[in-house]
């Protein structure tokens, strides 16, 4: 680790990354507090670094992202990271740290991603990450935590993914549950719940996986929690059990994979979610939202062909997925299919719709794509893409980074500076042949 001294020298450094490189057993020296105060991302995954993470991090005030996944790391969370006001994502996962989660990382107002699973963790999880209202992904599992789910965190509006498996968590789980209106992945396994499962998964509406199996939640599954197949080859997953030791006392329809009710259940009338118990491999997920796409806009280039004597026409464009032109002028060109197909990918694969609640003035679907991208090494998107473990989830994310770079390109503001759609189907025909060359490899 020599060369950090070198370093403290590059006082423009903003990334530093050298993760994924069979470096002897090595600490992290305090000198890395010394680094520049441009540094903005400190990346250091599966390198074999051991010891505990130094308190220095807290010197580095403009970090927005620490990624130190996969190593031997030992000891405690730093408190001192709780002082980088800027920081978007802590990676801490597959180590061996102990102790509680710091209060003090409820003060990281600009937190998106808190990444801690496989690790020994043990406490209560902090009531105040219920205020840390900018979380997107609170990844816990496979840990030591105890005691019960705290009721703010049905505060994180804007969460998306949520593990909290294979812990020693118990009580109920939240009886308001509903209020996570926008989470796609739900993780309570291997843990001590009781109770009945909440009314309130039902509204939960853009949810495509959900797990509460081997905990001994009792009760009847409401009725719309049935199979159906989703457009592009999506599907949704959800399990209630996972062995005959799995919450024993819980029933519902066939198709759940659980004993049946002896008496029909009483449910809200007005629930409408429903929910999939078959998964389609998420590699072939992705290879159908590729090859649909290209099939469409091959078909709209030739359409542009014929219409190349006519290079501006009044169109009829949904809010949200329209060009910026569109809205000054009303009359916007060719360009402007390339904008919408650009939203429209992100929409397929982030499964977030641009007219969605939580997508302001301040914030876009593309904002949150351009922003977020640099720091969704890990999981992306829609779970079904990237439900797979090890070089197949690599390989999907991959795919999945890929095609969010492209439909980032032809999003942008001004319409000159999009590419044809010609250029587009190369680049995603490309894409698919190294997603079809990889998966030869896994």
Not at 108 to 130: A, M, Q, R, V, Y
Request: aromatic share 6%; with cysteine; glycine share 8%.
């Amino acid at each position: 680790m020599g060369f950090f001294s070198s370093l403290t020298n590059c006082r423009d450094l903003e990334d530093i990354d050298f993760g994924r490189n069979p470096l002897v057993p090595i600490t992290l020296p305090g000198l890395v507090g010394n680094l520049s105060n441009s540094l903005q991302r400190f990346s250091a995954a599966r390198c074999n670094i051991r010891g505990s993470i130094p308190s220095e991090f807290g010197n580095l005030s403009s970090l927005i992202g620490i990624k130190l996944d996969e190593n031997e790391l030992t000891g405690m969370i730093p408190a001192t990271i709780g002082g980088l006001k800027e920081l978007q994502s802590l990676s801490l996962s597959d180590n061996k740290l102990e102790g509680p989660i710091p209060s003090e990382l409820c003060h990281l107002n600009k937190l998106s991603f808190l990444i801690l699973t496989n690790n020994k963790l043990s406490g209560t999880i902090p009531t105040c990450l219920g205020n840390v209202v900018s979380l997107r992904q609170l990844l816990l599992g496979s840990n030591m935590f105890s005691s019960s789910i705290p009721s703010t965190l049905t505060g994180l509006n804007g969460l998306l993914l949520l593990n909290l498996s294979s812990n020693s968590l118990n009580g109920t789980l939240p009886i308001d549950i509903g209020k996570w209106k926008v989470v796609t992945s739900m993780d309570f396994s291997n843990n001590q719940f009781s109770g009945e499962l909440p009314n309130g998964v039902v509204d939960l509406m853009a949810l495509t996986y959900f797990s509460s199996s081997n905990n001994r939640i009792t009760g009847s599954i409401p009725d719309s929690f049935v199979v159906e197949l989703r457009i592009f080859g999506f599907v949704k997953k959800y399990s209630f059990r996972g062995d005959s030791k799995g919450n024993g006392a819980l029933c519902g329809a066939a198709k759940l994979r659980v004993p049946s009710c002896k008496t029909k259940p009483q449910r809200n009338s007005k629930a409408r979610t429903k929910l999939i118990v078959y998964v389609v491999v998420p590699i072939v997920s992705t290879i159908l939202v590729v090859a649909l796409i290209i099939i469409i806009f091959r078909s709209r280039m030739k359409k542009e062909t014929q219409e190349d004597s006519l290079p501006l026409r009044r169109t009829l464009a949904a809010f949200g997925y329209m060009a910026p032109e569109y809205g000054l002028e009303g009359i916007v060109s060719i360009k402007g299919d390339v904008y919408s197909f650009g939203i429209l990918t992100m929409e397929i694969i982030m499964r977030k719709k641009p007219t969605d609640e939580m997508f302001s003035e301040e914030m876009s679907l593309r904002s949150l794509v351009k922003e977020t991208l640099p720091l969704m090494r890990n999981q992306v998107g829609d779970t079904n893409l990237l439900s797979t473990t090890g070089r197949k989830q690599l390989v999907a994310n991959k795919c999945a980074l890929s095609v969010l770079q492209v439909a980032l390109e032809c999003s942008v503001e001004i319409p000159n500076e999009r590419p044809d759609m010609k250029k587009v189907v190369t680049k995603l025909e490309k894409i698919k042949v190294n997603l079809l060359s990889d998966i030869e490899t896994v």
